[in-house]
């Protein structure tokens, strides 16, 4: 199940007077709203629930001119501090309510859009990571009219398990009974969008000599990395992560139906190493967006990636090699079973 938060619009407030829950929406905020509806037009939304407070439900009211589904108000959603003497935990616990009794409403590939303020955001992210709110976890702000996405989280548990390839973890789950159940599609793209996020992060850390060993520590190849010397550590390192990246790549190609021959290249931009860098992690970036070409931002992915086997003198051919799909021999995610093997 898919759950977009988003921000009510700009907030029409007089200086000369008090704020109230009955303020109106500046022609600013009517507009963002407008382009909201324009952003969301292509989901599939099954229902948008909003607070009582006026300028969320005309936020709501606009948006739903493209969508024309069911409005459903929700007290529950209304902002910390409108039930007096409520602390503020217990109002965020409140909009976690809220969010699980609509979850129980809807089945799992159901898009509910949930329009509140910007303070319910904690409540959305706690939620979302199965979190209790507690006097340590920080409020979290949000922008005017800005959709953000969450997938509900697994009722059950999960327990690790590596790939043949060993590079990285993909986590299974088991149910009660013990046995071995899918991953849903959700979970699938946001494990593999922060795993792919997280291996830029890395390939930026170790291009800086004083970080790369911070890196190799984590690794457990510090040793090793001064036996090698400079410059087939960063060798080795960068053709770790170049398989590591490919790899990925063709995971989200199948998590999104998309073949992953319309997304490989073997074009390669003219690019030194720090711009290969920034480039992907501007387009890992545009996938975590609604309204984007995934198809085309995966293709200029793989080709800054092909830039960056390039630049560091890499083979490309034997990096592909090493990623070989095995659906046949080893089934697909979808069947809780492993899909790439290192040959």
């Known amino acids: 199940m898919k759950i977009i938060y988003c921000h009510h619009a700009e907030r029409d407030v007089d200086p000369r007077k008090l704020r109230s829950q009955d ?58 501090g409108s039930v007096e003497g409520e602390e503020w935990k217990n109002a965020l616990q409140r909009n976690i309510d809220a969010i699980v009794n609509i979850q129980e409403k809807f089945n799992d590939d159901a898009t509910i859009l949930c ?19 507690n006097k340590d976890f920080p409020f979290m702000g949000a922008s005017n009219c800005s959709p953000i996405t969450f997938y509900a989280p697994s009722l059950i548990e999960f327990r690790e398990r590596k790939f043949f390839r ?13 046995k071995i159940v899918a991953p849903t599609k959700g979970e699938l793209k946001s494990a593999i969008l922060f795993e792919l996020k997280a291996k830029t992060e890395q390939m930026e850390m170790f291009t800086n000599k004083l970080r790369r060993e911070e890196y190799l520590s984590k690794l457990g190849q510090l040793e090793r990395a001064q036996d090698l010397g400079e410059v087939e550590t960063k060798k080795y390192l960068s053709n770790r992560l170049a398989i590591d990246i490919m790899q990925l790549i063709k ?72 990623c070989v799909i095995v659906e046949e021999e080893e089934g697909s995610y979808y069947n809780g079973k492993y899909l790439y093997k290192l040959r």
């Open 115 to 133: 329009i509140t303020s910007g303070i319910n955001l904690s409540a959305f992210v706690c939620w979302n990571l199965k979190l209790k709110p």
């Open 251 to 322: 995971d989200y190609c199948l998590c999104e139906e998309i073949p992953f021959d319309s997304v490989r290249t073997e074009t390669a931009l003219k690019l030194n190493e720090e711009q290969c860098i920034k480039n992907i992690v501007t387009y890992t970036e545009r996938l975590f967006y609604l309204d984007i070409n995934i198809q085309e931002t995966l293709m200029l992915i793989y080709s800054t990636l092909v830039s960056y086997i390039n630049y560091n003198d890499l083979i490309y051919n034997d990096i592909e090699r090493t």
């Open 23 to 80: 303020d109106d929406l500046t022609d600013n905020g009517i507009k963002d709203a407008e382009l909201v509806s324009e952003l969301l037009a292509n989901q599939k939304i099954n229902a948008i629930y909003t607070s009582t407070f006026y300028r969320c439900k005309k936020t709501a009211q606009i948006i739903n001119r493209t969508l024309n589904i069911p409005i459903v108000e929700e007290e529950r959603f209304n902002e910390v």
């Open 166 to 178: 060993g590079l990285n973890v993909l986590k299974e789950k088991k149910n009660k009974d013990y």
